[in-house]
């Protein structure tokens, strides 16, 4: 399997970032191809607008889908968006890694699909969503820290339930593109956690990426 | 009242910005002072990271809360950062203004919150979330347009209904620290309406600006 982690944590030395690794590890140690997208160690740029196209059809009015749709026809994606694209396409599998921020993704991961899952390239123009989305095929997967315990993502924590929370990124990102979602790998609040409890979940992590196959589909 | 209206879109003569054009006129006809942070035009770095800070605490390792735990105390955040930070402090009225992008905010303006909702000065270090949140007693409210239509998002809708897509903002952020959060005005797939519609839609935002003090509040 071709596998495309895309990462946005500012510290390579976080708890956040050795999930990623030992992900990016246990899929290569089981045969696989790992691509990462390190979106903080490449600067990428999370604001959609004009410098996503090479040339914009209308320079008076930015009509950001519309402009999607023209570079979608004509070839038009900047750079860095057709490299993200590109990577996407070749994948079996996609992980978004990221901590949980405001109860959502990091802006600069937020931005990298406001930007790639452009109008044109991952839906629209006769396109299908959801079940016929252009993704479909492909799974997917939310490996994420919390700074919150798990208590207060739960029935009648404070936070509302966790999936709750994750609804805009497992059903209105992932899923809307057509890809199956796997259930979540969560770990809440690593930093209040003792290294025993921190390593118990690295084997759990490594324990779910060797048996990805056989985990539970969420959406799709 | 002071408003603080949040706007968050690439191009200014899009419906989208006429409806931020039109809440700061009615708001300051009717006699209140009205703030703007137009994260676009003043190309607002939406990246979370050491640059929030003019100086570190540990400079050898990168975690995000704690440094911003640390600039609380010792008056460190970025003057960016400050800016926007003393403009929410002096507001009654806090206003998101936004396209609906991949069900939920643009990054841009979700940057802006994963900045300015800094831990020390937004929740944390003894402070209350929620109805003991740090901006108890300020109101918010979100205004924004989809590009699918309001049945898309209905309770039968594929996309899920709009209230689990606005949960993470509407519960997560502006209820989490503190603030009541008002009925959200939408404007549905207005790049699809008639101007005769698109005028209506004006006309109940204006009168929805007009009579804000007695709209109806769903959460806080």
Not at 90 to 98: L, P
Request: glycine share 8%; with cysteine; proline share 4%.
């Amino acid at each position: 399997m071709k596998v495309l982690i895309v990462h946005a944590h500012p510290e390579p030395k976080s708890f956040c970032s050795a999930l990623k690794d030992l992900t990016a590890e246990t899929f290569r140690q089981n045969g696989h191809e790992v691509q990462i997208s390190d979106l903080y160690a490449t600067k990428f740029n999370p604001i959609g607008g004009a410098h996503d196209f090479k040339k914009a059809a209308n320079s008076d009015y930015f009509k950001y889908q519309s402009e999607q749709v023209n570079a979608y026809q004509n070839d038009l994606y900047a750079e860095d968006l057709k490299a993200e694209m590109d990577k996407l396409v070749s994948a079996d599998i996609v992980i978004f890694s990221f901590p949980l921020w405001w109860f959502g993704l990091p802006a600069i991961l937020k931005g990298w699909v406001d930007r790639v899952f452009a109008m044109g390239f991952a839906y629209g123009t006769g396109k299908g969503v959801y079940d016929t989305g252009v993704f479909k095929g492909k799974k997917s997967m939310a490996i994420f820290t919390t700074g919150g315990p798990e208590v207060a993502y739960g029935e009648k924590g404070k936070n509302g339930t966790i999936e709750q929370t994750l609804f805009p990124i497992n059903h209105g990102m992932l899923y809307f593109v057509g890809m199956s979602v796997i259930e979540p790998f969560i770990a809440y609040s690593p930093a209040r956690l003792s290294d025993e409890e921190r390593k118990k979940l690295l084997e759990k992590l490594k324990s779910k990426i060797e048996n990805i196959e056989k985990e539970k589909i969420i959406y799709g």
